[in-house]
Protein backbone atom coordinates (compact mmCIF):
# COMPACT_ATOMS: atom_id res chain seq x y z
CA UNK A 1 0.00 0.00 0.00
CA UNK A 2 1.25 3.54 -1.15
CA UNK A 3 1.58 6.01 1.93
CA UNK A 4 3.30 9.33 1.41
CA UNK A 5 4.65 11.15 4.51
CA UNK A 6 5.68 14.91 4.76
CA UNK A 7 8.39 16.04 6.91
CA UNK A 8 7.84 18.77 9.08
CA UNK A 9 4.15 19.19 9.79
CA UNK A 10 4.81 23.24 10.08
CA UNK A 11 7.20 25.21 9.58
CA UNK A 12 7.67 29.00 10.26
CA UNK A 13 11.08 30.76 8.90
CA UNK A 14 11.84 34.18 8.71
CA UNK A 15 11.61 35.88 5.04
CA UNK A 16 14.56 35.58 2.70
CA UNK A 17 15.73 32.23 4.12
CA UNK A 18 15.94 28.96 1.69
CA UNK A 19 14.20 26.48 2.89
CA UNK A 20 13.68 22.49 1.80
CA UNK A 21 10.13 20.84 2.28
CA UNK A 22 10.40 16.89 2.04
CA UNK A 23 8.00 14.18 0.98
CA UNK A 24 8.75 10.44 0.70
CA UNK A 25 6.95 7.54 -0.19
CA UNK A 26 6.81 3.54 0.12
CA UNK A 27 6.17 2.61 -3.61
CA UNK A 28 8.83 4.09 -5.90
CA UNK A 29 6.46 2.32 -8.82
CA UNK A 30 4.97 5.76 -9.56
CA UNK A 31 4.09 7.77 -12.69
CA UNK A 32 5.26 11.01 -11.30
CA UNK A 33 4.93 13.59 -8.26
CA UNK A 34 3.10 16.51 -7.73
CA UNK A 35 3.41 19.19 -5.76
CA UNK A 36 0.68 21.41 -4.63
CA UNK A 37 0.00 24.76 -2.83
CA UNK A 38 -3.29 25.20 -0.69
CA UNK A 39 -4.23 28.77 0.70
CA UNK A 40 -6.84 28.54 3.72
CA UNK A 41 -10.00 27.56 2.50
CA UNK A 42 -9.42 27.16 -1.22
CA UNK A 43 -8.55 24.81 -3.57
CA UNK A 44 -5.03 22.82 -5.05
CA UNK A 45 -2.32 24.86 -6.84
CA UNK A 46 -0.14 22.70 -8.76
CA UNK A 47 3.65 23.80 -8.62
CA UNK A 48 5.30 21.03 -10.37
CA UNK A 49 5.17 17.98 -11.85
CA UNK A 50 8.15 15.59 -12.28
CA UNK A 51 7.81 12.73 -14.19
CA UNK A 52 9.12 9.22 -13.01
CA UNK A 53 11.94 9.43 -15.10
CA UNK A 54 12.77 13.09 -14.61
CA UNK A 55 15.25 14.05 -11.75
CA UNK A 56 14.01 17.75 -11.22
CA UNK A 57 11.85 20.28 -12.22
CA UNK A 58 12.38 24.10 -12.07
CA UNK A 59 9.77 26.85 -11.62
CA UNK A 60 11.05 30.36 -11.04
CA UNK A 61 12.34 30.21 -7.11
CA UNK A 62 10.96 26.90 -6.59
CA UNK A 63 13.04 23.60 -7.86
CA UNK A 64 11.93 19.85 -6.97
CA UNK A 65 13.69 16.78 -7.03
CA UNK A 66 12.69 13.16 -7.10
CA UNK A 67 14.73 10.17 -6.14
CA UNK A 68 12.57 7.22 -6.90
CA UNK A 69 15.19 4.64 -5.85
CA UNK A 70 14.96 5.91 -2.09
CA UNK A 71 11.45 6.81 -2.19
CA UNK A 72 12.24 11.32 -1.35
CA UNK A 73 11.17 14.05 -3.22
CA UNK A 74 12.12 17.74 -1.33
CA UNK A 75 10.75 21.55 -2.67
CA UNK A 76 13.52 23.57 -2.64
CA UNK A 77 11.85 27.29 -1.78
CA UNK A 78 14.75 30.02 -2.56
CA UNK A 79 14.75 34.02 -0.97
CA UNK A 80 11.40 32.66 0.61
CA UNK A 81 8.62 35.54 1.13
CA UNK A 82 5.17 35.87 3.05
CA UNK A 83 3.21 35.18 -0.17
CA UNK A 84 4.73 31.76 0.31
CA UNK A 85 2.68 31.33 3.26
CA UNK A 86 0.18 27.97 2.62
CA UNK A 87 0.63 24.33 2.91
CA UNK A 88 2.37 22.59 0.41
CA UNK A 89 0.92 18.99 -0.09
CA UNK A 90 2.85 16.40 -2.19
CA UNK A 91 0.97 13.41 -3.92
CA UNK A 92 1.96 10.66 -6.12
CA UNK A 93 0.16 9.01 -9.29
CA UNK A 94 0.87 5.21 -9.29
CA UNK A 95 1.64 3.08 -12.10
CA UNK A 96 -1.34 0.70 -11.22
CA UNK A 97 -4.06 1.70 -13.06
CA UNK A 98 -5.44 3.80 -10.47
CA UNK A 99 -5.70 6.99 -11.73
CA UNK A 100 -5.91 8.63 -8.50
CA UNK A 101 -3.51 10.66 -6.70
CA UNK A 102 -2.41 9.66 -3.34
CA UNK A 103 -1.26 13.20 -0.82
CA UNK A 104 0.99 13.41 2.04
CA UNK A 105 -0.74 15.16 5.04
CA UNK A 106 1.18 18.38 4.20
CA UNK A 107 3.62 21.06 5.82
CA UNK A 108 2.43 24.25 6.97
CA UNK A 109 4.67 27.13 5.68
CA UNK A 110 4.58 30.30 7.56
CA UNK A 111 6.65 33.09 6.30
CA UNK A 112 7.30 36.20 9.31
CA UNK A 113 7.98 39.20 7.33
CA UNK B 1 -8.13 29.01 -20.95
CA UNK B 2 -10.48 29.24 -17.90
CA UNK B 3 -9.64 26.97 -14.84
CA UNK B 4 -12.03 23.92 -13.31
CA UNK B 5 -15.02 25.34 -12.22
CA UNK B 6 -16.96 24.23 -9.24
CA UNK B 7 -20.58 24.92 -8.12
CA UNK B 8 -22.38 25.83 -5.90
CA UNK B 9 -19.04 26.79 -3.57
CA UNK B 10 -20.84 26.72 -0.26
CA UNK B 11 -23.66 24.68 0.86
CA UNK B 12 -25.23 23.61 4.13
CA UNK B 13 -27.59 20.77 4.76
CA UNK B 14 -29.50 19.00 7.14
CA UNK B 15 -28.43 14.91 8.13
CA UNK B 16 -30.54 12.95 5.57
CA UNK B 17 -30.87 15.05 2.84
CA UNK B 18 -28.89 15.13 -0.30
CA UNK B 19 -26.73 17.26 -2.58
CA UNK B 20 -25.34 17.08 -6.12
CA UNK B 21 -22.21 18.98 -6.53
CA UNK B 22 -20.94 19.85 -9.88
CA UNK B 23 -17.68 20.30 -11.58
CA UNK B 24 -16.85 21.86 -15.22
CA UNK B 25 -13.03 20.66 -16.31
CA UNK B 26 -10.44 22.89 -18.23
CA UNK B 27 -11.77 22.56 -21.55
CA UNK B 28 -10.42 19.55 -23.72
CA UNK B 29 -10.08 17.87 -20.48
CA UNK B 30 -11.80 14.37 -20.09
CA UNK B 31 -10.17 12.77 -17.17
CA UNK B 32 -12.54 14.44 -14.16
CA UNK B 33 -11.20 13.34 -10.32
CA UNK B 34 -13.11 13.95 -7.19
CA UNK B 35 -11.37 14.33 -3.89
CA UNK B 36 -12.58 15.00 -0.20
CA UNK B 37 -10.55 16.64 2.25
CA UNK B 38 -11.36 16.70 5.87
CA UNK B 39 -8.64 17.76 8.84
CA UNK B 40 -8.78 14.43 10.28
CA UNK B 41 -8.31 12.45 6.95
CA UNK B 42 -6.93 14.50 4.66
CA UNK B 43 -7.27 14.35 0.95
CA UNK B 44 -8.52 11.13 -0.34
CA UNK B 45 -9.69 9.79 -3.50
CA UNK B 46 -13.52 9.39 -4.28
CA UNK B 47 -13.76 8.43 -8.06
CA UNK B 48 -12.46 8.95 -11.37
CA UNK B 49 -13.73 9.81 -14.82
CA UNK B 50 -12.79 9.44 -18.58
CA UNK B 51 -15.00 9.77 -21.29
CA UNK B 52 -18.08 8.93 -18.96
CA UNK B 53 -16.52 5.47 -17.53
CA UNK B 54 -15.54 5.45 -13.81
CA UNK B 55 -12.47 3.94 -14.36
CA UNK B 56 -11.91 3.93 -10.91
CA UNK B 57 -13.69 4.21 -6.92
CA UNK B 58 -12.61 5.21 -3.81
CA UNK B 59 -13.13 3.54 -0.47
CA UNK B 60 -16.33 5.64 0.19
CA UNK B 61 -19.90 3.73 0.90
CA UNK B 62 -22.68 3.43 -2.31
CA UNK B 63 -24.38 6.86 -0.98
CA UNK B 64 -21.57 8.37 -2.83
CA UNK B 65 -22.18 8.26 -6.82
CA UNK B 66 -20.74 10.10 -9.45
CA UNK B 67 -21.34 10.43 -13.52
CA UNK B 68 -19.45 12.19 -16.59
CA UNK B 69 -21.39 13.58 -19.32
CA UNK B 70 -20.53 13.62 -23.30
CA UNK B 71 -18.87 17.38 -22.82
CA UNK B 72 -16.66 15.87 -19.52
CA UNK B 73 -18.53 18.27 -16.96
CA UNK B 74 -19.21 15.85 -13.87
CA UNK B 75 -20.90 15.92 -11.12
CA UNK B 76 -21.17 13.51 -7.50
CA UNK B 77 -24.02 13.02 -5.56
CA UNK B 78 -24.52 12.18 -1.85
CA UNK B 79 -27.55 11.01 -0.54
CA UNK B 80 -28.38 10.43 3.33
CA UNK B 81 -25.96 13.06 4.06
CA UNK B 82 -24.45 12.08 7.53
CA UNK B 83 -22.43 14.87 9.95
CA UNK B 84 -18.97 13.27 8.28
CA UNK B 85 -19.78 14.00 5.23
CA UNK B 86 -19.03 17.70 5.85
CA UNK B 87 -15.81 18.65 4.12
CA UNK B 88 -14.09 20.45 1.40
CA UNK B 89 -15.15 18.21 -2.11
CA UNK B 90 -12.25 19.42 -5.00
CA UNK B 91 -12.57 18.61 -8.48
CA UNK B 92 -9.59 18.12 -10.71
CA UNK B 93 -9.13 17.98 -14.06
CA UNK B 94 -6.06 16.58 -16.41
CA UNK B 95 -6.30 15.94 -20.27
CA UNK B 96 -4.98 11.94 -19.49
CA UNK B 97 -5.08 11.15 -15.83
CA UNK B 98 -1.81 10.04 -14.68
CA UNK B 99 0.42 11.37 -16.82
CA UNK B 100 0.15 14.91 -16.66
CA UNK B 101 -0.67 17.91 -14.97
CA UNK B 102 -3.75 17.70 -12.62
CA UNK B 103 -5.50 20.68 -12.07
CA UNK B 104 -7.90 21.66 -9.13
CA UNK B 105 -10.89 23.57 -8.70
CA UNK B 106 -11.10 25.77 -6.14
CA UNK B 107 -13.24 23.08 -4.35
CA UNK B 108 -17.28 23.47 -2.65
CA UNK B 109 -17.98 23.65 1.14
CA UNK B 110 -20.10 21.41 2.46
CA UNK B 111 -21.53 21.53 5.44
CA UNK B 112 -24.11 19.14 7.58
CA UNK B 113 -26.18 20.32 10.27
Known amino acids: KQEVTQIPAALSVPEGENLVLNCSFT??????LQWFRQDPGKGLTSLLL?????REQTSGRLNASLDKSSGRSTLYIAASQPGDSATYLC????????????FGSGTRLLVRP | KAGVTQTPRYLIKTRGQQVTLSCSPISGHRSVSWYQQTPGQGLQFLFEYFSETQRNKGNFPGRFSGRQFSNSRSEMNVSTLELGDSALYLC????????????FGPGTRLLVL
Open chain 1, 27 to 32: DSAIYN
Open chain 1, 50 to 54: IQSSQ
Open chain 2, 92 to 103: ASSSAAGTETQY
Open chain 1, 91 to 102: AVFRMDSSYKLI
